[in-house]
């Protein structure tokens, strides 16, 4: 987004998962806005530095958290809100996708692939939410964004638990928003499709690819820019009677 007048300056977020992927996109957009953000992430510190060299401003953070462990979770919340200042803008974009279909998968790898899913991709947001939420509403203000999936309504056969977990998002999402309202904070879910991103890119240039791609009758795959504009958007704009929404980014490929 290109609109000079989408202003965040002296504003603050904190964006899980943006070592890479959509996470960076998000943390490079609201920079550019004037954003200082929280670069979190678990394990690639290299990639997390390189994410925070990229941003426009100063003052940046990169801040490692374990998204499965309650404890670390709660841990980088107190931090972000001492590093920045305060977390005006929540970005709960960390996730994992692991395949674990129903026929073929043994019980001890399935219950494995369950718990580590919901752990990192619903319970963590969970808990950042709640120990953010309350700092926002102390302030009377505070957006909480999180990135979900389309699959949390079209299904996901390979890996179940993953749309189990970001259906769970949406629903936490929506409950958010009705509870924090009142405190001047708002809530609202990204949901996007297919994604060009590294992570997918193995999967569009290869035998899938095309068919991938006609999911969408617009015969390809969103940006991880096309999903930071939108996050923008909510966060930047006044777009508080937005709250408790699921917002669909998948270029049609899926219609509820």
């Known amino acids: 987004m290109t609109d000079t007048t989408v202003d965040l300056k002296g504003?603050?977020?904190?964006?899980?998962?943006?070592?890479?992927?959509?996470?960076?996109?998000?943390?490079?957009?609201?920079?550019?806005?004037?954003?200082?953000?929280?670069?979190?992430?678990?394990?690639?510190?290299?990639?997390?530095?390189?994410?925070?060299?990229?941003?426009?401003g100063e003052h940046h953070w990169v801040i490692q958290a374990d998204m499965a462990d309650p404890t670390a979770v709660i841990k980088l919340a107190d931090e972000a809100e001492t590093l920045l200042g305060g977390v005006d803008i929540l970005v709960n974009n960390a996730g994992v996708y692991e395949l674990h279909p129903v026929v073929g998968s043994g019980t001890s790898s399935w219950l494995d692939?369950?718990?580590?899913?919901?752990?990192?991709?619903?319970?963590?947001?969970?808990?950042?939410?709640?120990?953010?939420?309350?700092?926002?509403?102390?302030?009377?203000?505070?957006?909480?964004?999180?990135?979900?999936?389309?699959?949390?309504?079209?299904?996901?056969?390979?890996?179940?638990?993953?749309?189990?977990?970001?259906?769970?998002l949406n629903s936490l999402s929506q409950s958010l928003a009705?509870?924090?309202?009142?405190?001047?904070?708002?809530?609202?879910?990204?949901?996007?499709?297919?994604?060009?991103?590294?992570m997918t890119t193995d999967h569009l240039a290869g035998e899938e690819g095309d068919a991938i791609r006609a999911q969408s009758p617009m015969q390809r795959v969103a940006t991880s820019e096309e999903i930071?504009?939108?996050?923008?958007?909510?966060?930047?704009?006044?777009?508080?009677?937005?709250?408790?929404?699921?917002?669909?980014v998948n270029g049609a490929s899926y219609l509820r």
């Open 113 to 168: 692939a369950w718990r580590w899913t919901m752990d990192v991709n619903l319970l963590g947001p969970a808990c950042l939410c709640h120990r953010l939420a309350n700092h926002m509403a102390e302030r009377g203000r505070g957006w909480i964004i999180n990135v979900t999936s389309r699959g949390a309504y079209r299904g996901e056969p390979q890996a179940p638990a993953y749309g189990a977990a970001k259906a769970g």
């Open 11 to 56: 504003q603050s977020a904190l964006v899980t998962g943006a070592s890479r992927g959509i996470g960076r996109a998000i943390a490079r957009t609201l920079a550019a806005h004037g954003a200082t953000v929280g670069v979190h992430y678990n394990s690639d510190e290299e990639a997390a530095e390189a994410t925070a060299a990229e941003l426009s």
């Open 178 to 198: 009705q509870a924090l309202a009142p405190h001047g904070v708002f809530v609202a879910a990204v949901a996007p499709g297919w994604v060009e991103t590294d």
């Open 228 to 248: 930071a504009d939108v996050v923008l958007f909510l966060a930047a704009t006044k777009a508080e009677y937005m709250t408790g929404a699921v917002i669909d």
